[in-house]
């Protein structure tokens, strides 16, 4: 079964729900003027009832008219949109008297009626209202009044009616189904931007965007969300394709390194010590593109935040002397001397494998840029709302302007200018994300020649 477009199951929502309310609108009127005619011919009756009973009186158990001549003549020569019928029958329902109007006819007396209460009866074939209305002498019934009053009219009006609403009903729903259409499609004109523009997006072409309606509704806001994603998307896409630029190029670059040193190496024989060092320098390129292919796949992880985090309460002076411990050899060859300047121990609420890395990138940097015999201080800060962890060296330090760029995955400040310290440019960059994720403040002060410090903030 064909389903039905967007446009068209609003329009029938909308005509279902409008269709219980006519429907219901129309059983209200019509059961309201069917009330109304009801209520009048009840009234007319009872009016006709009060005034007859005034005009008959009984004696030795008949019932006698007051002025029966008079009456009859007017009642002959009355003229009313709806006549009343009048009878008089005995206490057996036989007919004692009757109004002129009802010439050859005769009404219906009913036994199982209840007196004086009205209801709907037959004069011939006509519909009548009726009313017995029992007559006494003393505190015996010795006859009783039927007075009634057509209902053909009324019957005609009722039907009529019904016939209108019946008629107008379907006319009605499919009138509005037509108009809820056409605004319905007016209302989604916007979604047919959105499908239209999705069409035109790929991957080579990310620079689309969908219009936003004039009014600031439901669309207005999807559309914008749409154009949000699609940013994000743009952004993303963008990062990927300049980190695997980035990160072909510094893969290529130790891979010639290493090809060229082995081309060079086969062209002619060498003595032990000529080929010693160059696999020995071989090796260390080996060993440095394993470094950045071991980045590169934590970077990668963390982008797409597929970590899941383990948040314990971590001791940072533990942490802080496994790093230095892990890195205690080269801290002796460059002769530094790594100073804790707190006295107690402090404790906080992150991962602590996570946090070990932030440590550890932050360290092995410190390490690096380090002139030799020198000092790196560690400090550990209780503040009102936060924890605050710095790692200072004295080394070479960062310039102004490069300080804003250092977070860049493979970007080295001054690399040129100090070819004898090895890096990947991306430890302060798996630093920032994983900061990001583990909701650490990251600040950074630096000045060249004088040093850098780290300062990661835990808020409370």
């Not at 005034?54 to 008079?70: A, F, P, T, W």
């Not at 006494?136 to 009634?148: C, D, L, P, R, V």
């Not at 690096?368 to 790196?376: A, E, L, N, Q, W």
């Not at 200072?392 to 200018?417: C, M, P, V, W």
Request: proline fraction near 3%.
């Amino acid at each position: 079964m064909q389903q039905l477009s967007f446009k068209n199951r609003i329009a029938s929502n909308y005509i279902i729900t409008t269709a219980l309310l006519i429907f219901v609108v129309f059983f209200v009127i019509y059961y309201i003027v069917r009330f109304s005619v009801y209520v009048k011919v009840n009234n007319d009756i009872t009016i006709e009832v009060a005034k007859h009973l005034k005009e008959i009186e009984v004696k030795e158990n008949c019932v006698l008219l007051i002025r029966e001549k008079q009456w009859k003549k007017i009642q002959f020569n009355k003229v009313d949109i709806s006549p009343a019928f009048i009878q008089f029958v005995d206490e057996l329902g036989a007919i004692v008297d009757k109004s002129p109007n009802l010439k050859q006819k005769k009404l219906n007396y009913y036994p199982e009626a209840i007196n004086n209460v009205l209801f709907d009866g037959k004069l011939e074939n006509t519909s009548v209202r009726q009313i017995q209305v029992p007559l006494y002498q003393n505190t015996k019934i010795i006859g009783f009044m039927i007075i009634a009053m057509s209902l053909e009219d009324s019957a005609m009006v009722l039907n009529n009616l019904f016939i209108i609403l019946v008629v107008a009903y379907p006319l009605i729903l499919l009138v509005l189904f037509l108009i809820a259409r056409f605004i319905a499609g007016r209302s989604i004109k916007p979604i047919s931007a959105i499908i239209e523009t999705s069409n035109i997006i790929t991957k080579d072409n990310l620079k689309s965007r969908i219009p936003l309606p004039l009014n600031k509704d439901e669309l207005h806001l999807l559309s914008n969300t749409i154009n949000n994603l699609l940013d994000r998307v743009e952004n993303a896409i963008e990062r990927e394709k300049q980190f695997t630029s980035d990160a072909s190029h510094e893969l290529r670059t130790p891979l010639a390194v290493i090809k060229g040193t082995l081309e060079v190496l086969v062209r002619k024989p060498r003595n032990q010590e000529e080929y010693k060092e160059k696999i020995d320098f071989c090796i260390s390129e080996v060993n440095r593109l394993n470094h950045l292919v071991d980045e590169l796949l934590l970077l990668a992880r963390f982008e797409n935040q597929k970590q899941s985090l383990k948040i314990e309460r971590v001791s940072l002076n533990t942490i802080f002397l496994d790093i230095v411990s892990r890195n205690s050899t080269i801290i002796k060859e460059k002769k530094l001397n790594c100073v804790p300047l707190f006295t107690k121990d402090f404790y906080v609420e992150t991962d602590s494998y996570l946090f070990s890395l932030i440590l550890n990138n932050i360290l092995t940097n410190a390490i690096k840029y380090s002139k030799v015999s020198g000092v790196i201080n560690f400090d550990i800060k209780e503040k009102k709302d936060a924890t605050v962890f710095s790692i200072a060296d004295s080394g070479i330090g960062i310039t102004s302007e490069d300080l804003e760029k250092i977070f860049d995955q493979f970007y080295r400040s001054k690399s040129n200018e100090h070819p004898e310290i090895k890096g990947t440019g991306l430890g302060l960059s798996i630093v920032k994300r994983l900061c990001v994720l583990l909701q650490i403040d990251l600040n950074i002060e630096s000045k060249e020649n004088i040093g850098t410090k780290v300062i990661l903030s835990f808020s409370k």
